[in-house]
């Protein structure tokens, strides 16, 4: 029945748009507004699935009563309102903005980008990575062409990462963002952007395996300068990682494609002596 109630009163909104008649809905806070959030104070404590058809409900709701480039009212109920902690809403939040561009391949002004950075920005600096997993995903790939605010982007990354320690659970933020550095910028950007990552506490096997994965494809094709980065990747993951049978596979396979030297013999010993212990174990 509230669910209802929500599609009812934005069905009255839009209806009078349709007219073109002055809804009067000028001050929304003395109006419909109230009424949903009392609503929803009903249900909340249920919660479930009809918690969630009333908040699309409300989403809609004012998805009609104002356009969504005026973020003011939205942040006021969203971002310090009851709303704020529901990922789903966000994440349908700001798709309505990103699909508005990339439906009919309109260039977004400097308003536009301004106005939903900042719809995202403080919202993915309130959760955790793997919560806001998805929302990170659709802001990393919208301003993927906007040096501007693409470099926000990473420093917002590089502090919540410094403040959860830099462990990454299952999603790999940093992995991610160093995938779209070298898609859009080449190698010796993604190498820059791991850079800052890898000193951060706890980098995740996720990022080591990417930055790897990079390093090691260079050189395959006799880069001396990769060679090195690779094996510096690899020994420091295995400070951290060295019960990863994988990484110690991997290692000893990458030494054995390249021309052997000392350094290298004694390399593949080691790690072929660990690779024999685990299995033994």
Known sequence: MLHQYGKFLNG???LLKLENKPSGLASPSAGYIPLLLRAYEKVKTMGGILMWFLLVSIFHFFCNLEDWRKPRNWQKIFVCGIFSNSMKLWLLRVSVGVRHFTRDSISPSKADLLSIFELL???????????AENLW??????????KHYFDKLVEISVRSLTKNGGNEQGFSLSAAIMHFVLQKDGVLHAREIYKRFIPLPHP????YRACIEL?????SISDK????NARKLYESALKTYDQDLSLWRDYYLMETKVS????QTSTIKRTAISIFNKFVS
Not at 204 to 207: C, K, N, S
Not at 215 to 219: D, F, G, H, P, R
Not at 225 to 228: A, E, G, T, V
């Open 215 to 219: 390093e090691s494809n260079l050189a």
């Open 121 to 131: 920005k403080d919202v993915l600096a309130r959760v955790s990575i793997s919560e």
């Open 204 to 207: 995740g096997p996720a990022l």
């Open 12 to 14: 009255v909104v839009t």
């Open 225 to 228: 300068d990769s060679l090195i």
């Open 260 to 263: 052997f030297s000392s350094l």
């Open 137 to 146: 995903l659709m802001a990393l790939k919208f301003f993927a062409n906007q």
